[in-house]
């Protein structure tokens, strides 16, 4: 076994410390949701996050010389950018596991640690096939490894992203295998590294957001919640064009049963030029600290431009955001964040099921807002006095909730002094509960940031309406 240590990069060192203070601004709200600083570990792609019982969030991904399998570990998501980082096996010098060591995935399964990955050989690196290792040990990080050979799935051709999950007593296998194209496919497995059964197809190339570049399907991660299956994969060529697209199946259904799964006829995660994030994909799922929320783990680079072969491109970063639920009970991931802290949402203390939003750029409250990132907004030192808070728009970096004749609206700063006196706020103990928030206006001293009828105004309050109105808790 081999082990290394290598240092986080000093900009997720300076992006930490910037999320530290966010945290500290933000330590009054009621049950605070997560915020971390993206890019969380810079040129890791495929990542794969996985919280332990042991208090430790266990990270593993493709690193670009494709060449060995580290990990890390942290108790919290965000000390994964800083924590020491060990390889724990290298390719092989020839023959199988010799090449493109890609996509790792690590999970425990009785009692033992599985690290599922894909490898070509060193005279034929596009031999790709999927294989694993094991550990028997408590720490994965300095424990040995096992090579358990490779994962046969029946069908004798290129195969990639292994991901494995239990349901109702019965574990199952998820991969991306050529047959010509690249495909998704399920299988039932009798050990952690055996499949059994035939394997199932549950989704192909067929959308045209599915088919640029190349025809591909591939990295399928899964998510239980609200009585269904959730799986996302990842589609196209991985450039500016790779995207995620998502299959749905009830919890109660068969899942070995393709007519189980509805495909999205849209994708549900894609580049996003106002955030200058680009190919947002290979993404798993991990849980807060505090267990309260799920989280979305993906890569993507913050430029479109690349040269050559993007495969070879070694700018995919890692990232995480929250994830929020539709009223369906399906999930809204929204759009892929610009660098720097993740927004929160605000909801209304007393209009819990509605969201501050921007409409045509009008600041109001709504309920249901499928185009999450209008109601998504950065907590940042405030443009007029850093002791006060500004908000500024996620789908918008740039524009910030600003009062004008005391009706708020989103505008891109001009950088005037008028504009960042209208655009600051003074973050207050919630008027109507102490453990929400309220938000006094830097220039109007006694006028909050409030509601009526549903718009956004700075007003003066007096009244128990008044400043249930103007308090807030941020999700």
């Keep these: 076994m081999i082990q290394e240590a290598k240092r986080g990069y000093p900009m997720a060192r300076h992006l930490a410390a910037v999320i530290m203070a966010l945290q500290l601004a933000a330590s009054t709200a009621l049950a605070a949701p997560p915020q971390y600083a993206n890019s969380l570990i810079l040129q890791r792609a495929d990542a794969h996050?996985?919280?332990?019982?042991?208090?430790?969030?266990?990270?593993?991904?493709?690193?670009?010389?494709?060449?060995?399998?580290?990990?890390?570990?942290?108790?919290?998501?965000?000390?994964l950018a800083s924590a020491a980082e060990t390889v724990i096996w290298r390719k092989h010098a020839s023959g199988?596991?010799?090449?493109?060591?890609?996509?790792?995935e690590i999970h425990f399964i009785g009692g033992k640690w599985y690290i599922y990955f894909a490898a070509g050989a060193s005279n034929d690196i596009w031999r790709i096939r999927m294989y694993a290792l094991e550990s028997s040990s408590a720490n994965p990080l300095t424990g040995a490894w096992t090579e358990k050979?490779?994962?046969?799935?029946?069908l004798d051709s290129f195969s990639l992203d292994a991901?494995?999950?239990?349901?109702?007593?019965?574990r199952y296998m998820l991969w991306a295998q050529s047959n010509p194209d690249s495909?998704?496919?399920?299988?039932?497995?009798?050990?952690?590294t055996t499949l059994s059964g035939a394997a199932v197809l549950l989704t192909k190339p067929e959308y045209t957001w599915e088919t640029q570049g190349y025809r591909v399907n591939e990295g399928p991660a899964v998510l239980k919640k609200n009585g269904k299956i959730f799986v996302t994969y990842s589609a196209s060529k991985t450039d500016d064009r790779y995207c995620l697209g998502m299959l749905t199946a009830s919890e109660s259904s068969d899942l070995l049963n393709p007519a189980s799964w509805k495909k999205s006829a849209v994708p549900v995660l894609v580049s996003n030029v106002n955030t200058s994030q680009y190919g947002p994909g290979h993404n798993s799922f991990t849980v807060s600290e505090d267990g309260q929320s799920d989280l979305l783990v993906y890569h993507a680079r913050n430029y479109k431009a690349i040269s050559g072969d993007p495969l070879y491109d070694p700018n995919r970063h890692t990232r995480v955001q929250k994830i929020y639920?539709?009223?369906?009970?399906?999930?809204?991931?929204?759009?892929?964040?610009?660098?720097?802290?993740?927004?929160?949402?605000f909801k209304s203390y007393n209009q819990p099921s509605h969201v501050i939003r921007h409409w045509e750029f009008r600041g109001k409250l709504e309920t249901n807002v499928t185009n999450l990132a209008d109601s998504q907004f950065r907590l940042v030192p405030g443009l007029a006095a850093s002791g006060a808070v500004s908000f500024e728009s996620a789908n918008y970096p740039g524009y910030y909730l600003r009062h004008k004749n005391f009706e708020v609206w989103v505008e891109k700063s001009d950088g005037s002094t008028s504009f960042k006196n209208d655009a600051s706020f003074y973050q207050r103990a919630g008027l109507a509960d102490s453990g929400g928030l309220s938000f006094e206006s830097y220039n109007y001293p006694g006028r909050y940031l409030r509601h009526s009828n549903f718009l956004l105004y700075v007003q003066a309050v007096s009244t128990a309406t008044d400043r249930a109105d103007a308090t807030f808790i941020a999700d």
């Design 163 to 170: 991901t494995t999950f239990e349901h109702n007593g019965q």
């Design 325 to 345: 639920w539709n009223e369906d009970g399906t999930p809204n991931f929204g759009i892929p964040l610009a660098d720097g802290a993740t927004p929160f949402r």
């Design 183 to 192: 495909n998704v496919y399920i299988a039932k497995m009798s050990s952690p």
């Design 96 to 104: 199988e596991m010799g090449a493109h060591i890609w996509a790792p």
């Design 49 to 79: 996050i996985y919280k332990h019982t042991d208090g430790y969030y266990y990270f593993t991904a493709s690193v670009p010389e494709y060449d060995r399998i580290i990990l890390r570990r942290a108790t919290s998501i965000q000390g």
């Design 149 to 154: 050979g490779r994962i046969s799935s029946g």
